[in-house]
């Protein structure tokens, strides 16, 4: 029986396999699950922590042999003290708080029943120790733009069906799902619209 070549080229227009003998340009045109990368990453003795997206970024710098990105930020210790309340918009954002239930009351007094720790707030709070409330309420204000836009490509699989059932209506979770196994088997520049009628 003949050798396989690894590296030998997929057919036009077909996924290739995942393994070692991708490049990273190549890897970054397709659609992988978190369960293929995974298995890549550990055929290479990558870490494989920080998410899909992170492990996406490492696998094609790998692949390329370029410098891996550096890790993501280590989580800040629970154990730091904890605002209590009451609080006001003087209260200041201590190292370590976290998106606490206190917090969510006062958010929720000051903006609204519509208040939620999403992926901006969350950020604000972690990441500006020292800030107060006040500013934090400002902030959620100036992200609603950014917080209405696409989700983030982890959630691509998501997004895929909203999108596909605002288009279809009257379709099935199955054909949606057929049309997602459909979308990601072709690479991610060959997609002018995703989920259109055609697709389940």
């Known amino acids: 029986m003949a050798a396989v070549n690894e590296h030998q080229e997929p057919a036009a227009g077909a996924r290739p396999p995942l393994t070692r003998a991708l490049d990273g340009e190549e890897l970054l045109r ?3 699950t978190l369960q293929e990368l995974t298995a890549l990453a550990r055929e290479l ?3 494989r922590g920080g998410g899909k997206l992170a492990l996406t970024d490492r696998l094609a710098a790998a692949l390329d042999g370029r410098p891996l990105p550096p890790p993501p930020p280590r989580r ?6 904890q605002l ?6 003087s209260t200041v954002i201590p190292e370590g708080q976290r998106c606490s239930q206190v917090l969510r009351a006062h958010f929720r007094q000051e903006i609204g029943p519509s208040f939620h720790f999403d992926a901006p707030m969350r950020a604000f709070i972690a990441d500006n120790p020292g800030r107060t409330l006040a500013d ?3 902030h959620w204000h100036d992200t609603r733009t950014l917080a209405a836009e ?9 997004r895929f069906l909203r999108d596909w059932h605002a288009r279809n209506p009257d379709g099935t979770r199955a054909q949606a799902v057929a049309a997602w196994q459909t979308h990601r088997s072709r ?4 997609h002018p619209h995703r989920g259109g009628p055609d697709d389940h």
């Open 187 to 190: 690479p991610k520049d060959a």
């Open 76 to 81: 800040r210790s629970t154990t730091a003290a």
């Open 30 to 32: 397709w659609y992988w």
């Open 45 to 47: 003795d990558l870490p």
């Open 150 to 158: 696409e989700p983030a490509p982890q959630f691509e699989f998501n």
């Open 136 to 138: 934090a309420v400002r």
């Open 84 to 89: 209590t309340a009451p609080v006001d918009g």
